[in-house]
């Protein structure tokens, strides 16, 4: 079959600017109510008006979502994939947490038989949820990063992963070396750093389970290996934040750690980041580093109230974060329900605009992704979610009240789910539509 442009119609928006940041929202989306999207060979060729693109229209096949929204793929700027089978682990904060539920989990992950099925169940909740980008924890076993690239590399997603680097604090059978985690890191970097769309980030798992001969050996894979991506935690906890000042006594502060070991970048993405101060702030925005802001985590652990506006305020990148399987759900939907929470806790808005920004472009921005994704503009990944804004008879009742697109988006991001996912491309693939049998139930 000859190749072919493919005009998906629909109700299009996509961001093109930070809402929070123009004079008037308007200037930063566009929203096309008789929309047209028209993709070919897994990029976008135009959006518009579709009685405005007729001769491109008139040269397609021609796929009619009608009343349905085309939005870009979600980003999901900091998940583990190997706690997807912990989710919902009862009752305790970060320290707990990792000794009593997580470590246990990430053992299983040295078999990779084990790893690739817990990863094709991973990437179709991500898809199945709109996600189709993230930025992905493995665990210290190279086998599951093997295994999540290869699952990841045949749906042809754009997927950041890493291996985690820990050489202290965890349980023996989690443990690698300053030189292990520096030869295995290297060889997966080169195995698969801009393999098609996939990206590598080297991944210390936090501060306080590396030495600092192992936070020294990541410096210096980021040295060599410049335009790979850092991923970490930081200043999520009180407790957390107390064991790195007794772990690091010369560092003034926990970023500190990190820029002191050359882990702050402009490609470097810290989860969390909840108690800063103001010179921890400084650094970040100085180092041009980004912050994964993971609201149904923090609320889950107990760990705090991110601030968004002192972040933006810095000139400091935020992107939004599941972090399951701290966080409660894969559902940027959901995640945003609850970045609204912790907003209103502060006595601040989150509008429904700057919330679909930060799920998309602001996400793409935040992982300097934003060349390739993040928005409809020509020659961008054709990456799209086509959602139903009544997922369910009650919220399609719902939204026949609203009057307002804002007033849409905004139901949608509060009462939203994966029942409103109706499809999912992937470079202009569908991988997922409603609907599809789950890799979870094959016996
Ligand atoms: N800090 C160190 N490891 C983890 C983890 O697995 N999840 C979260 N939320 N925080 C961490
Ligand atoms: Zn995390």
Not at 11 to 20: A, E, K, N, R, Y
Not at 50 to 59: C, H, P, R, T
Not at 210 to 233: C, I, M, N, R, Y
Not at 242 to 259: A, G, H
């Amino acid at each position: 079959a000859q190749a072919q442009k493919v005009a998906y119609l629909g109700q299009v928006l996509h961001f093109t600017g930070d809402p929070s940041q123009a004079t008037n929202p308007q200037d930063a989306y566009q929203y096309f109510e008789k929309g047209a999207l028209i993709v070919d060979k897994g990029k976008v060729v135009k959006v518009g008006i579709a009685s405005e693109l007729d001769a491109l229209i008139k040269q397609s096949k021609v796929i009619d979502y009608k009343d349905k929204l085309i939005i870009p793929g979600f980003i999901d700027t900091h998940i583990h994939y190997p706690q997807t089978e912990m989710i919902a682990a009862f009752g305790e904060q970060l320290l707990d947490w990792l000794k009593k539920y997580t470590f246990p989990a990430e053992k299983q992950f040295s078999d990779k038989a084990y790893a690739k099925d817990v990863s094709d169940i991973f990437l179709h909740q991500l898809l199945s949820n709109g996600t189709t980008t993230a930025l992905v924890f493995g665990t210290v076993h190279p086998e599951s990063v093997d295994a999540l690239f290869s699952q990841a590399k045949s749906l042809d997603m754009r997927l950041i992963a890493g291996k985690v680097m820990m050489d202290r604090n965890a349980p023996d059978y989690l443990l690698d070396t300053a030189k292990s985690s520096y030869d295995e890191t290297k060889a997966l970097i080169q195995k698969w750093h801009n393999k098609d769309r996939l990206l590598y980030a080297i991944t210390p798992r936090f501060a306080p389970t590396s030495t600092p001969e192992q936070l020294t050996a990541a410096g210096q894979l980021k040295e060599e290996f410049p335009d790979t991506w850092v991923h970490t935690h930081l200043s999520e906890n009180k407790g957390e934040i107390e064991w790195v000042k007794s772990l690091f006594p010369d560092r003034k502060s926990y970023t500190d750690v990190y820029d002191f070991y050359k882990l702050t970048s402009d490609k470097s993405i810290f989860a969390h980041s909840i108690h800063l101060d103001d010179d921890e702030v400084a650094t970040l925005a100085s180092t041009g580093s980004s912050i994964a802001f993971c609201p149904t985590s923090n609320l889950f652990l107990g760990s705090g109230l991110f601030k968004l506006s002192t972040m933006k305020e810095a000139g400091v990148r935020v992107g939004l974060g599941t972090d399951v399987g701290a966080g409660t759900s894969f559902s940027m939907l959901e995640t945003l329900n609850e970045a609204y929470k912790i907003i209103q806790l502060q006595n601040q808005k989150l509008s429904a605009f700057e919330g679909f920004y930060l799920a998309t472009l602001g996400g793409a921005k935040s992982l300097s992704l934003d060349q390739y994704i993040g928005n409809f503009e020509t020659g961008k990944e054709a990456d799209f979610v086509v959602i139903d804004w009544g997922g369910t008879p009650f919220q399609a009742y719902r939204q026949s009240k609203t009057t307002s697109l804002h007033e849409k988006l905004f139901v949608l991001m509060t009462i939203g789910d994966d029942r409103n996912i109706h499809a999912t491309y992937v470079m202009g693939k569908k991988q997922f539509e409603q609907g599809m049998a789950h890799p979870a139930t094959k016996s």
